[in-house]
């Protein structure tokens, strides 16, 4: 398994419940394709460096997590769909293999 980073951002007018959804969302995805979370960094509210779909802030988390090269294909698939996550970026990092 190789080690990535999951940086993604939710408007911060969204409530806890649908914060709490889209984070368990994002681990079964994960731990379904046999990878594990090592740490989730909550990020709170950050200043966005342009407007981004109407929004000047943003509430940010960040995933450390080790899973199969091919099992990263269906989790961009389950951040693209899913209507609360902004933006989200996917990093390989190979110092942390």
Not at 6 to 15: E, G, H, S
Not at 40 to 57: F, M, P, S
Not at 63 to 71: E, G, L, N, T, V
Request: net charge negative; hydrophobic share 40%.
């Amino acid at each position: 398994m190789k080690a990535y980073e999951l940086l993604f951002f939710v408007a911060p007018t969204i409530n806890d419940e649908t914060r709490a959804g889209v984070m368990k969302r994002i681990e079964t995805t994960i731990v379904s394709a046999e990878g594990q979370i090592d740490n989730v960094d909550n990020w709170g509210k950050r200043k966005l460096a342009y407007e981004i779909n109407g929004l000047t802030d943003g509430d940010y988390t960040l995933i450390d997590f080790h899973a199969d090269p091919q099992s990263i294909a269906e989790l961009e698939r389950v951040l693209r769909i899913t209507d609360a996550v902004e933006r989200h970026m996917i990093v390989a990092r190979t110092d942390r293999d």
